[in-house]
């Protein structure tokens, strides 16, 4: 099954996630199908960048949101 998370990105004690698409199978950090979007908790504005196109379209095709992307995105 296809997922939709967040993968880790950036250094020690300053993350930076891409939100991407993965075989559900995978580990958190490891190769994805495509990246739909980031996150940075650290910056003061807390940027969220998602593709909607993107992610109507994995939705349509049987991806499941993780808790957090779900969370962050509204859906």
């Known amino acids: 099954m296809t997922v939709i998370r967040m993968t880790r990105m950036g250094r020690k004690k300053r993350p930076f996630y ?3 698409v993965t075989d559900s199978r995978k580990r958190r950090d490891s190769g994805w199908i495509e990246i739909i979007g980031h996150y940075n908790p650290i910056s003061t504005s ?3 960048t998602i593709d909607a196109e993107r ?5 349509s095709t049987g991806a499941q949101m993780s808790p957090a992307v779900k969370r962050l995105s509204g859906k």
């Open 18 to 20: 891409r939100i991407v």
């Open 46 to 48: 807390k940027d969220l």
């Open 55 to 59: 992610l109507n379209y994995w939705l």
